[in-house]
């Protein structure tokens, strides 16, 4: 049956170490709702990566799979289209993990963008945890593991597309033949949503993030504080809309554009004040969190449902991922017993 499926393959994965938040909406999610008709999509709640940089605290990383799941499916991931699954439970994914680690270089990997800065905003100092190191060849095992071809995602993650795909052209030609397709990473053009503050990443540690169930105080509080112009100090003066996080998510989740570009021009003479554009923000995030707080409402009290999704979704992908390892394992030429 699955191999029939004629539709291209995603698979995107979250770290399960909180619930996610409106730069996740904005940096994938909005892009799996809209191909989960189109495509085949797996959705991998990565708990075994989210313990490479948090071994100490097992727990919060088993606490947050069901709040990622329930995050998926408050935003209107349909079980009956997309399929929820597990990382820890996908065994052939760990296999694919040992076998790609010989086929990539402890430099690459120190080399590569996104590890990078990982290790300088954790502080790891040389005290790296060998396995976050290793993460980028268990990230490619995730998405050959689904043989995906496409892989909505941040634009932090392009480096580990680019690497998983390295790690591909390596088996294939071991192989001797294409065994494993490479993927192509579908980044929004918006490009990565700021922090309510203006700093670059929106997290929850950071406190500048506003979750996707976001009470309607929390949103407005927000709102209020977010960073604008520092120099924009009477309605009357000029305002700076680059770097103005307002502006930044109007622009990313306002859908009248003729209007957010109508009052950029506005505030950028003079004569449009601050309140007035975060009005129209809080209007807009209010109305998009609404419905999606409801839906996980709604879930919370349902747990037995929820995990009923990812049982099923994890002997699916079980299935398919298994199929895969025992391909390369095949291909690759190793000894069969
Ligand atoms: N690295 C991703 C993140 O930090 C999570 C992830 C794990 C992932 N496996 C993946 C993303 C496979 C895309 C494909 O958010």
Request: hydrophobic letters at 40%; charged letters at 25%.
């Amino acid at each position: 049956m699955t191999t029939l499926d004629p539709r291209p393959v995603i698979l995107t994965g979250d770290r399960t170490t909180g619930p996610l938040h409106i730069g996740h909406y904005a940096g994938s999610l909005r892009n799996r709702l809209a191909l989960q008709d189109s495509h085949r999509q797996f959705l991998l709640l990565a708990d075994t990566q989210a313990l490479t940089d948090n071994a100490h605290d097992p727990a919060k990383v088993r606490r947050n799979v069901l709040e990622v799941a329930m995050d998926y499916l408050a935003v209107g991931i349909d079980p009956a289209k997309s399929t929820i699954c597990l990382q820890s439970h996908l065994p052939a994914l760990a296999e694919l993990s040992m076998l790609y680690l010989n086929f990539v270089t402890v430099a690459r990997l120190e080399r590569n963008p996104t590890i990078k800065d990982e290790i300088r905003q954790r502080g790891f100092g040389r005290d790296i945890p060998a396995g976050f190191l290793c993460y980028p060849a268990a990230q490619a095992a995730d998405i050959t593991g689904f043989r995906a071809t496409v892989v909505p995602v941040g634009e932090d993650q392009a480096p580990l597309i680019e690497q998983t795909n390295e790690i591909v052209r390596r088996i294939n030609a071991v192989a001797g033949q294409s065994i494993l397709p490479e993927a192509q990473a579908l980044i929004p053009e918006a490009g990565r949503l700021p922090g309510i503050d203006g700093r670059a990443k929106m997290s929850k540690s950071g406190g500048n993030a506003i979750a996707l169930n976001a009470s309607p105080d929390e949103i407005a509080a927000a709102v209020r504080a977010m960073f604008t112009d520092p120099g924009h100090l009477r309605v009357s003066d000029p305002g700076c809309v680059e770097g103005n996080v307002v502006f930044t998510y109007l622009d990313a989740f306002d859908p009248d554009r003729a209007e957010v570009e109508a009052l950029k021009a506005r505030y950028r003479v003079g004569g449009l004040g601050d309140t007035v554009i975060k009005r129209r923000l809080e209007g807009i995030l209010q109305a998009m969190i609404a419905p999606i707080r409801a839906r996980r409402a709604a879930l919370a009290k349902d747990l037995g449902y929820v995990l009923s999704v990812v049982r099923e979704g994890t002997e699916r992908a079980r299935e398919r991922t298994e199929e895969t390892k025992a391909q390369v394992i095949e291909a690759l030429g190793l000894f069969r017993l």
